[in-house]
């Protein structure tokens, strides 16, 4: 939880939605802006996008499934 969370916390500024990896709160504007995304029904911020996405290039992925989502 970074100092901006925190702030976030206290002043209440906006709705978020927690990170399903690292479990941060993530702005609504993030989404809209591109920069958290949502995958399989699960939401990611940005630094957690990194995080799948690179491990995502040494994994199988199954290009005909409704889930999979290629990031570039």
């Known amino acids: 939880m970074g100092i901006g969370d925190w702030v976030r916390g206290i002043f ?4 978020c939605i927690p990170c ?11 989404f809209e802006k591109g920069i ?7 939401h990611y911020c940005r630094g957690c996008v990194a995080e799948v ?3 995502s290039t040494g994994m199988a992925l199954d290009l ?3 889930s999979t989502v290629l990031l570039k």
């Open 12 to 15: 209440g500024s906006g709705a």
């Open 53 to 55: 996405t690179r491990r």
């Open 36 to 42: 958290a995304v949502i995958i399989a029904r699960k």
């Open 20 to 30: 399903d990896q690292c479990r941060c709160d993530i702005p609504l504007t993030h």
């Open 64 to 66: 005909g499934s409704s």
